[in-house]
């Protein structure tokens, strides 16, 4: 008796060679269901509906088409034990030796603008995943594949076999399937999470997966191995970029992409350019355009310029792209560029430069791994409203200072904790990262600043728990600061601003980056 096939796909690519090949040339029987069995038929490739094998309809719309014993039956049954094969002879079932299934669309289903709850929950495979799940459990007998990719490799395997395929091959099969059918239920659960009027803190349950995209070279050093995955089968953030030159990009440079990411979007209203390194940035600016922001960003620390990442939200025109291949640098994103300055760049040829149409499009939530587990907490997404801030102080800002200290806030929420960072005319002139105290951060910010610091502002991502940063900003010639507050002696950092004639202004929010 000829073997037999089930084929049920959603995704019709590859199908029609895939059964080509498996009737005329390896002598298959296929049973198919639905809209394969109709694309098989219309290709001349001959079939049997699941309806016709099990003598039962297709019933509630298409909800239930392969859910009956004469299926799993066929799927789960095991050549080795006797009373199986007594089973299926007396239910009249024939041993199934290849189940090709692919899954709803669900993914991209809810990827769509507009995409409502019932219209996700119709796009909810149930038949499929049982399938797929029980000729992965019971693959010592037969093969499972769940991906178009498979076809090809599964049709050589059957050449180089003699018409069968491998224990190996059809335990890696089974593998890809449960990893397929893991990251189909993760989304569900995703989505449907997202739907819930529970809070975040009620979910007890967090799921993570993802599609590997690429092996990187190593990860922080070169001992480490590391990859990148894709979340969810619809691509988005950095899976949508186009690279448009440079060498491979490495672990570090993703992390610091991101990090640039998160910054240069807090400043949508102006062009801004932001530069990085290891994840903090060494020089952000605004300008009237895009070249003026990236010449006042580099300016600000041409020295840790070297090596960083830049990142713009403007398009880059050619006189941005001349300055950027002024100095040696790791990797360069924006939303677009211009012919002109596509060229110009090649001159480093080097130099990764990404185009990521949408800057904005992140993580709602960010996570991660310790020992025994995850830690999940909302993005530091916080939209600032200085209409909620205090001013503490004798000393009110004027509408200016006011725009300065939002500037200097927003670059010092991405700054690693303990953060200070020092601006002038929306510029940074002095940051000062991840010290184990504040005073020290005060300290390395004021002493780049220089004598730049005379009328600057100076922004703190914590409080000040003593009056010691406030005299030392004094005495550089500061002349407001911004800070959450929330300190037992916010009172001393209050009476030394106003002694000193400093405006301080609260906004009751911190933005620690650990």
Not at 486 to 491: K, L, N
Request: hydrophobic residues 40%; charged residues 20%.
């Amino acid at each position: 008796m000829a073997r037999l096939a089930l084929l049920s796909v959603s995704n019709k690519t590859g199908l029609i060679d895939l059964a080509r090949s498996l009737v005329e040339e390896f002598e298959f029987d296929i049973i198919s269901s639905g809209g394969t069995a109709a694309a098989l038929k219309a290709a001349g490739i001959p079939v049997t509906k699941v309806a016709e094998y099990t003598g039962s309809p297709e019933i509630l719309g298409g909800r239930v088409k392969t859910l009956h014993p004469r299926i799993h039956g066929g799927i789960l049954a095991r050549r080795d034990v006797p009373q199986d094969i007594t089973d299926l002879t007396a239910n009249q079932i024939r041993p199934i030796d290849l189940v090709v299934v692919n899954l709803y669309p669900f993914e991209q289903t809810i990827a769509k603008p507009g995409v409502t709850l019932a219209d996700a929950i119709e796009q909810i495979d149930i038949g499929g995943p049982a399938m797929l799940r029980a000729s992965a459990k019971n693959h010592a007998h037969l093969t499972v594949l769940c991906n178009p990719e498979q076809y090809n490799i599964y049709l050589e395997e059957l050449r180089q076999n003699g018409g069968e395929a491998s224990l190996e091959f059809r335990q890696n099969c089974a593998l890809e399937t449960f990893k397929h059918t893991a990251n189909y239920d993760s989304a569900i659960a995703t989505y449907l999470s997202a739907q819930s009027t529970q809070e975040s803190s009620q979910i007890t349950e967090f799921n993570l997966s993802g599609k590997e995209l690429q092996t990187l070279r190593y990860g922080e050093n070169p001992h480490q191995a590391a990859s990148w995955y894709q979340s969810g089968i619809t691509p988005t953030g950095w899976t949508t970029s186009t690279i448009l030159q440079g060498k491979e990009l490495s672990y570090n440079n993703l992390v610091d992409l991101e990090a640039a990411r998160r910054l240069i979007v807090e400043f949508p209203d102006s062009p801004a350019a932001a530069i990085l390194k290891h994840t903090n940035p060494c020089g952000t600016a605004l300008g009237t355009t895009i070249s003026e922001a990236y010449q006042k960003a580099f300016d600000t620390d041409s020295v840790s310029a070297f090596g960083g990442i830049v990142a713009l939200n403007r398009p880059i025109d050619a006189a941005t792209a001349t300055a950027l291949t002024k100095t040696f640098l790791e990797c360069i994103v924006a939303p677009g560029c211009e012919p002109e300055a596509e060229e110009i760049i090649k001159k480093k040829a080097k130099v990764r430069v990404l185009i990521l149409p949408d800057l904005t499009q992140g993580p709602s939530q960010t996570v991660k791994i310790i020992a025994g587990g995850l830690l999940v907490q909302d993005s530091d997404n916080v939209v600032e409203d200085t209409s909620k801030w205090r001013a503490v102080t004798e000393k009110q800002p004027t509408a200016e200072e006011l725009a300065e200290l939002l500037f200097a806030w927003k670059v010092a929420k991405h700054v690693k904790s303990n953060a200070i960072v020092v601006t002038r005319n929306c510029t940074t002139i002095g940051v000062g990262a991840g010290q184990m105290n504040r005073v020290g951060s005060v300290k390395i910010a004021l002493e780049q600043a220089g004598d730049q610091a005379k009328g600057a502002i100076l922004a703190s991502d914590g409080f000040f728990p003593f009056d010691d940063s406030v005299k030392t900003a004094a005495e550089a010639g500061i002349i407001a600061i911004v800070q959450p507050g929330g300190s037992m002696r916010d009172r001393d950092s209050i009476d030394c601003a106003n002694q000193l004639g400093i405006t301080m202004v609260f906004t009751d929010i911190r933005h620690f980056l650990h």
